[in-house]
């Protein structure tokens, strides 16, 4: 209804950025990594630095409900779909610090978010 009526989407993440970064990337990192909880016994370790941004990360750090845990709860539904529609937004409002988060916003803006 609000596309239809081009209102514009203003969207707010007060989380920290690479929780964001990955509900945006979940796709990716399932298509990767897999999905289950086995993954996080057998992969845990393994550092998501195939999703630029991602680096510092491992696969047990994403939170629950990408890769492993509720995958079909409301929650884990709601937050994938948000990620693939934030692109959408005419702005993110993101609560961080450019000095600390550098590398993932730097990747979110270059590929993800027109605004942020």
Known sequence: MVVE???PWIALWTGETSSLSSHIYTDDIRR????????LVEQGERSLAMILGMSGLRV??????????????LFSLLLHRMGREISNAMVVALNTFQAVNTEVLTQLSNNKLNNI
Request: hydrophobic share 40%.
């Open 5 to 7: 009526m081009c209102v």
């Open 32 to 39: 990767n990594i897999g999905v289950g909880d086995g993954v």
């Open 60 to 73: 047990r750090d994403v939170p629950e409900g990408i890769v492993f845990g509720k995958l079909n709860s």
